[in-house]
């Protein structure tokens, strides 16, 4: 890969030239701390998507009919982290050959990338870091709607982004910093991308948080939990929530009441629900509005960090904000902390869930069977439609929703064993759920139809 130095009038960037071309889509395998047990590991698999604390990983650009896309590939061979691009075409239902961005020198599927597209449809990629070890990266396509070749804006830390671009005015940039022994949530803002402020930080509770984001049109909403000490993240518990309206100058809580940044206590004004009271655990998934605008999360609690039925239930649940009060309500159940779903609330009122809840061919580990659910009633009720997967021989994890999602690519994620080392092939699904598409592993020409 060369780069190239180039002087601009706002600053002096690296310009990747045009970027290598892989000739299939393979995920990153990834495990977390190893368990000593017949489930092996704390959590693992096929981590292309992974993880939930960043976003968004895919884009629907109406403009251009293509879903964009970036995921964390793989070296051939190898267990080393790639961060790749690439997209559909919606017209051609063709993807082209993936792009390798660039070689992250890791196998930590934490440093997967995240993405956004400006009103002007430059496609930006945000590098990710696993705490303070690594630089982060934020990356501009040169051209609109085109992957070929990035500029390279800005350099420096930050962990688990998500880069909401508000139109007109500029990015948001939820993220966080490692500091002070844990996980402290920030926020950041440019009008270019290029010259960006001096991060504020939102929240420090304890040994830190993990957050969820979600935009719309102005509005920035984060969903966290934290972690209590002496055990930290092990220990996470706690629903939270904030949003702002107007670029971080002011956080409010869903009932209206304004909370001056950074939030230091547990019992904050932004609790949405007290779990540690109850001894359970919160395992955050993903956040959306609803169509009156109000905040809905989608969670999961249980008892235990670890793998295996000793920690069950392991309950899905919905927090939604009424206009008055927090409503939660179950959803349904599942086998591991670590399954992943996306929530979709759509026009007339439907609510979907993707995501594997139905065990995989390795039970009561990272991810399963993906099945997409339904609810018609603002979530009192749901309803199993499909099981978009079965007798696979690899478990399915972290079904990702695209922003804008496109009805004929509506989730994205990827499989791989939970318990050994193993491929990883990515997959995506339509809106209904009628089918499930492979991304080619291997390709031969430019431009291939997904299987």
């Known amino acids: 890969m060369k780069y190239i130095l180039i002087l601009s009038a706002a600053a002096v960037l690296l310009?990747?030239?045009?970027?290598?071309?892989?000739?299939?889509?393979?995920?990153?395998?990834?495990?977390?701390?190893?368990?000593?047990?017949?489930?092996?590991?704390?959590?693992s698999g096929g981590f292309a998507t992974y993880p939930q604390q960043q976003s968004p990983i895919a884009v629907y650009s109406k403009a251009a009919n293509k879903t964009f896309f970036c995921y964390g590939g793989t070296v051939k061979g190898k267990q080393e982290l790639l961060?790749?691009?690439s997209y559909y075409d919606h017209g051609t239902a063709q993807v082209?050959?993936?792009?390798?961005?660039?070689?992250?020198?890791?196998?930590?599927?934490h440093d997967n990338p995240v993405m956004s597209i400006d009103e002007a449809g430059y496609v930006w990629i945000f590098s990710n870091s696993h705490g303070t070890s690594r630089p982060s990266f934020i990356y501009r396509g040169t051209k609109p709607y085109s992957i070929d070749?990035?500029?390279?804006?800005?350099?420096?830390?930050?962990?688990?982004?998500h880069p909401w671009r508000i139109p007109g005015t500029g990015f948001l940039f939820l993220h966080t910093r490692y500091e002070n022994g844990g996980r402290s949530l920030f926020w950041m803002t440019s009008p270019d991308g290029?010259?960006?402020?001096?991060?504020?930080?939102?929240?420090?509770?304890?040994?830190?948080?993990?957050?969820?984001?979600?935009?719309?049109?102005?509005?920035?909403?984060?969903a966290f939990n934290y972690h209590p000490v002496p055990?930290?993240?092990?220990?996470?518990?706690?629903?939270?929530?904030?949003?702002?309206?107007?670029?971080?100058?002011?956080?409010?809580?869903?009932?209206?009441?304004?909370?001056?940044?950074?939030?230091?206590?547990?019992?904050?004004?932004?609790?949405?629900?007290?779990?540690?009271?109850?001894?359970?655990?919160?395992?955050?998934?993903?956040?959306?509005?609803d169509a009156a605008g109000h905040p809905v999360?989608?969670?999961?609690?249980?008892?235990?960090?670890?793998?295996?039925?000793?920690?069950?239930?392991?309950?899905?649940?919905?927090?939604r904000w009424t206009g008055k009060s927090w409503e939660i309500r179950d959803v349904t159940r599942s086998d591991h902390n670590y399954d992943f779903g996306s929530l979709y609330i759509e026009p007339g009122g439907v609510w979907r869930v993707i995501a594997p809840t139905e065990p995989g061919p390795q039970a009561y580990c990272t991810g399963g069977e993906m099945v997409m659910w339904l609810s018609r009633d603002q979530g009192k009720t749901w309803t199993r439609?499909?099981?978009?997967?079965?007798?696979?021989?690899?478990?399915?994890t972290y079904a990702r929703k695209p922003v804008n999602a496109h009805p004929d690519f509506y989730a994205l994620w990827a499989d791989g064993d939970a318990k050994k080392p193993s491929e990883s092939f990515l997959y995506f699904t339509n809106q209904s759920g009628s089918r499930v598409w492979r991304l080619p592993g291997v390709m031969r020409d430019e431009f291939a139809k997904p299987e």
């Open 83 to 85: 961060h790749m691009v």
């Open 149 to 161: 070749e990035f500029d390279l804006m800005w350099q420096g830390n930050f962990s688990y982004g």
């Open 15 to 43: 310009a990747v030239a045009p970027l290598e071309k892989d000739d299939g889509y393979r995920g990153i395998w990834y495990y977390n701390q190893p368990s000593k047990d017949e489930f092996v590991y704390k959590y």
């Open 231 to 289: 055990t930290g993240l092990n220990a996470r518990t706690n629903l939270y929530y904030l949003e702002t309206g107007d670029m971080g100058r002011t956080w409010k809580t869903a009932d209206g009441r304004t909370v001056a940044p950074p939030l230091t206590r547990a019992d904050s004004p932004a609790l949405v629900h007290d779990y540690k009271g109850e001894g359970l655990l919160v395992y955050l998934k993903t956040v959306q509005f």
């Open 96 to 109: 082209p050959r993936p792009r390798i961005l660039l070689d992250k020198k890791t196998e930590d599927a």
């Open 385 to 396: 439609v499909k099981q978009l997967t079965r007798n696979s021989p690899r478990n399915h």
């Open 194 to 222: 290029a010259k960006w402020d001096q991060p504020q930080k939102l929240a420090r509770v304890d040994l830190g948080h993990y957050q969820i984001t979600a935009q719309q049109g102005a509005r920035v909403a984060s």
């Open 297 to 319: 999360i989608l969670y999961l609690t249980s008892k235990g960090y670890e793998s295996g039925p000793k920690n069950d239930p392991r309950t899905w649940r919905t927090a």
